[in-house]
Nanobody, 125 residues
């Protein structure tokens, strides 16, 4: 089974940027539906942030991050990235990456079969 490892989180101020990475222990593209980024704030449910399909030609974003966040991938490194610009305090949370099977919707967390352990992002005002 493929394992995922997120990194790149930290404490930043409003308006600053962070780049998250999600490295897989094996090949993650071509054999599933795609990858997704979710976040979870204390006391809240896990929410979808961004997604990329298996062949990399479709990108998806939640309305709350559209225009500020960009997801991308490096197939040679089995890694997906989440570039987060103009961060806001409401972006604070633990960020997770996951793998979903073909035919599933990118924004439904229950569809994902594999998750990383998460990385903390804290944005101070």
């Amino acid at each position: 089974q493929v394992h995922l490892q997120e990194s790149g989180g930290g404490l930043v101020q409003t308006g600053e940027s962070l780049r998250l990475s999600c490295e897989a222990s094996g090949r993650i593209f071509g054999s599933n539906g795609g990858m997704g980024w979710f976040r979870q704030a204390p006391g809240k449910e896990r929410e979808a942030v961004a997604g990329i399909n298996s062949n990399g030609n479709s990108l998806y974003y939640s309305d709350s991050v559209k225009g500020r966040f960009t997801t991308s991938r490096d197939t040679a490194r089995n890694t997906v990235f989440l570039q987060m610009n103009n961060l806001k305090p409401e972006d604070t949370g633990v960020y997770y990456c996951g793998i979903r099977p073909a035919g599933s919707a990118w924004y439904i967390s229950e569809a994902y079969t594999t998750w990383g352990q998460g990385t903390q992002v804290t944005v101070s005002s």
